[in-house]
């Protein structure tokens, strides 16, 4: 089982996870990217990546790799590595269909000694209480004896070109021993930065999970200090710079935390933990926290439009900056849409530029359209919401020049620009 030379690999989705690792992947195996969109099979086929991760050059220099929506293409393959999304509902609970849809097309071909990897982010026991008995239950096949599993969690980045799949170290875990080394020679393949075996699937998906929750309570932790500071009358910013002086002192900035990892996985292990009947508070604390600061931002901007005489009912305002992450085209989750609705509801115009973002996407998924912010095409107040290397180019006189009245808000929730030269041009500074 060890000896892997003939390894044919599929990777089950084709988003911002799987396309990274099936073209690495496809270096060294026989290796096919499968997902169910049919339209994101063909750009790929035609060394197009429309989520910005991989260019065509990198595309086409993985020379084992073949991409199909055609369940038939994948039958030969005996490792499956399934990267789908795990996303949330409306009440915040996990949504696991995209997983049990994934495991259930798997076992369909699933045969003997094949061995089914998951990457996509779960709580812990997911795996093996879930999406194991649909393999079993659909392949006919006993789980630890006729196939295995293993859980190796992602850690793609969006948008980051530094930090990219093979130089991050990767988790492996398997089913049984065998199988766990088997998995973790396999990633020592592509991934230079090394591997880190953990002792189980559980632990493996537990220390996936609290990754981010770590990353979101700190952020919400800068969140509330900020809430704090802005009543006491203190910049945060200024706050921040004066303590990162220590040492030891932990570099994290407020802001709006939104994308499809760092505001989703939270929930993932609170719901776990309500499971085996423990009340989570200081991670829900944490959720609350983050959640509102799009909507504490807009009252905040509001009220000092409203301070500087400004008629909100008559005022447009723009917001620089759609998607959830700097330098990169995803929308999904984004609390820039949020600031979008909250603005709405106080009856203000509201106009949104980003030169990431999808137009059709945008429309589609969230009704709104996009729109240029220049001195052409002018607004009463602007947000700058993301630090698109774009939108860090300008400067705050640039700024100031897409204002049509002496005395605009600005909202630096990036805190981009000098807060003193954006004061001398007449802009009213808010900032977490």
Known sequence: MLNNKSDKITVVGLGYVGLPLSLEFGKYYPTIGFDINESRVSELSKGIDSTLEVTSDQISQSANLKFTSDLEDVKESNIFIITVPTPIDESNRPDLNPLISASTTVGKILKNNDIVV??????????????????????????????????????????????????????????????????????????????????????AEAAKVIENTQRDLNIALVNELSVIFDKLEIDTMQVLEAAGSKWNFLPFKPGLVGGHCIGIDPYYLTHKAEQVGYNPQVILAGRRINDNMAKYSVEKIIQKMILNGLDIKNCTVGILGATFKENCPDIRNSKNIDLFYELKKWGVNVVISDPWADPLELEKECNIQLCNIDSENQVDSIIVAVGHDEFRAK?????????????????????????????????????L
Request: charged content about 25%; some cysteine; proline content about 6%.
């Open 118 to 203: 998951y990457e996509s982010t779960v709580y812990p026991g997911c795996t093996e209480e879930i999406c194991v008995p649909i393999l079993e239950k659909v392949s006919g096949l006993t789980f630890n004896h006729d196939f295995f599993c293993g859980y190796s969690p992602e850690r793609i980045n969006p948008g980051d070109k530094i930090n990219t799949i093979t130089t991050i170290k990767k988790i492996t875990s398997g089913s049984n021993k065998v199988t766990t080394e088997r998995i973790d020679e396999l990633y020592k393949t592509i991934i230079s930065a090394g591997t880190y075996k953990a002792s189980s699937i559980k632990i």
């Open 395 to 431: 400067s705050p006189v640039d700024l100031k020049s897409y204002c049509r009245v002496p005395n605009p808000v600005i909202g630096d929730l990036k805190s981009i620009y000098d807060k003193g030269q954006l004061e001398n041009l007449g802009f009213t500074v808010f900032r």
